[in-house]
């Protein structure tokens, strides 16, 4: 086994003591970097980096160079799974990812074939391998995968959408179809990050970007049952155990007590809520990830170390914090402010 | 005074005790109605229905003439203040809201005029006396603004915008700005809603439609205050300290107690938390209006019935309960759920 240099990742998710608590930020990999967009120029776009596994890492790899981040993220998107089960994904450019077919009936979901992960998304695997072996063991890798629910949004809306009417639509008119889909996402997505943990990666998070769509009762039964599921079974997996897991359900505080108790390593917290009083809702169960509102990067150095200080004080000498964003890195950040942060985050209290 | 035929919204509002809760549903007049639609049609477009008072009567009465509803809810759009500003408000056909201007400096919001409610806003206060000549006292009338944040939001923005990050920047980066747009916004909706209420709407109520995207400090300092300035405003002028005010945040559920603190009669709550949950929050103190997800009016009259009965046995024998959706109804929701759910309210628990 690798021997990490940085650990402090893995000692927070441990809820370990460490010298000041880990940072790194969603979306580190992506537009705000002038790196990053002149690459995604050079090869013409965003689904051609992620499934070239020398350009995937090279922007997972592009943050690192320029900050003193405690991890490093896959560069990926959570719609490869639907990708590679042949729904069509293209991104078009600021219009978000968009399916040539869409899931409307029990037929549809029949046909989606089971996914071969070594076969259909080899280029995820081969990239991870890549990045480990250029981080050599210098910073943690964190995978990822869409939560089954927030991929099932994507699939069903045919892309992107304000409120995903038709997923939720769905949930209430043909609940079966619904929970076929699920389940053949939740397969597909334990095949998907064990194929990830067994190429390297030291973590995985999954993303659950619009379980706060869902009322407390159906966030239960249309997205938090099918995370436990994967859970248990990376958790029960001698291959796949010691993989600490962190999920994130944004907009849904409401629910963390129930997502605290799904086995997960962390919890992602968005900046609806504060950060200690959700810790003392959820005790010392789980660590806790966040959850700095992406705006405030538009603020000066100075009010960015101010509200860092405020969270790191306010959090106090608890362990199992990591320090990030409550969600996306927005597109035209100045850069000054995020080696602000970072640099904040690692003086520590006081 | 009118003597109204229907009181139960009004008693409701008092906390007394009811035979059957009210129910109404925020975005009644609208586009699911056939007969709004053929109404828009003809008169051309979106703006031209609020700013015509014989057809924003027309269009606040359809769905009164279908449904057994306990409210009428005047029809109008909670960006008149800045459009009556200058700031050139149009619709575009699906795309939502969309100013011909925007604000972004302080000398942008010294430019804004001050409001002339009689003059700049007259075409609303003929609605009222229109509507209230037509309801004849049958059900009582609901006025409405949008809080400063939540129109300083698109003022920022010049549209509707997935998060709205230009006004989220402004907090961070110049929040002297945004201070001075939401207390301008502030006084203009003072005597917006007092216009309203001496032209005859019987309750008002405060859109916080992006109260949700703000951290709770910033909730409190950028949306709450200038919304408790208005309530205390129009609690302290004897000419509308007797009409209830209901204020609703969407997404911004973590804030339940604070906005329970706010002097206002009842609060308005979305579907992401129990409705019982939120009423062993805040108590007594108000009432509680919502919450049902506006997808369940996709499901069956009987599956409609079965969410009715739960949420009104949950909610047991206290006082202070309206039903309402979490937020604005769909535009493809079938009539006959429409009317299933109102219904099903007015058979009460059981």
Known sequence: MTLYNNTRLLQALKRQPVDVPPVWLMRQAGRYLPEYRSLRTKAGDFLTLCQTPQLATEVTLQPLRRFDLDAAILFSDILTIPHAMGLGLSFQEGEGPQFERHIETMRDVKALPILEVEEDLNYVLDAVYMIQEELRGSVPLIGFAGSP?????Y????????????ARKMAYQAPEVLTALLEKLTIATIAYLKGQILAGVNVVMLFDTWGGLLTPEYYQSFSLVYMQKIIARLKADASTANTPIILFSKGAAVNLEAMADSGVDALGVDWSIDLSSARKRVGAKVCLQGNLDPALLFSTPEKIRVAVKSLLNEWGAHPGLIVNLGHGIEQHTPLENVQALIAAVHEGRG
């Open 149 to 153: 629910w927030t991929v099932a949004c």
């Open 155 to 166: 699939m069903i809306e045919g892309g992107s959408h304000k409120n995903f009417i038709n």
